[in-house]
């Protein structure tokens, strides 16, 4: 069984940064295709941030995060990490590594999901 597993959350003002990082652990017969990070504020819904496809490094960030958030690839550790600077409030959220043998355009494409960091932007 594979698990993901979030680190890096915290607490900062607005403008500073946060490396998020998840591992993904454990063995499965499914071919992972894409992994990504997903948020989700009180009373909203899930939303995709950022995604990268396993086997071309395309990535994708949402229009709201677009040049302050870098999502990157270790092959060699099972890790996905992001990078994300000039934090605003509306940050504000639980991020959620996210993986799927099919692909990352939606929390309802996602198989597997990891327990969710929280990230907090203060003004």
């Known amino acids: 069984e594979v698990k993901l597993m979030e680190s890096g959350g915290g607490s900062v003002q607005a403008g500073g940064s946060l490396r998020l990082s998840c591992v993904a652990s454990?063995?499965?017969?499914?071919?992972?295709?894409?992994m990504g990070w997903f948020r989700q504020a009180p009373g909203k819904e899930r939303e995709r941030v950022a995604s990268?496809?396993?086997?071309?490094?395309?990535?994708y960030y949402s229009d709201s995060v677009g040049g302050r958030f870098t999502i990157s690839q270790d092959n060699s550790r099972n890790m996905v990490s992001l990078e994300m600077s000039n934090l605003k409030p509306e940050d504000t959220a639980m991020y959620y590594c996210?993986?799927?043998?099919?692909?990352?355009?939606?929390?309802?494409?996602?198989?597997?999901w990891g327990q969710g960091t929280q990230v907090a932007v203060s003004s």
């Open positions: 996210a993986a799927s043998d099919k692909n990352c355009q939606s929390a309802d494409t996602i198989d597997l």
């Open positions: 990268i496809s396993l086997y071309t490094q395309e990535t």
């Open positions: 454990g063995v499965t017969d499914k071919k992972t295709s894409c």
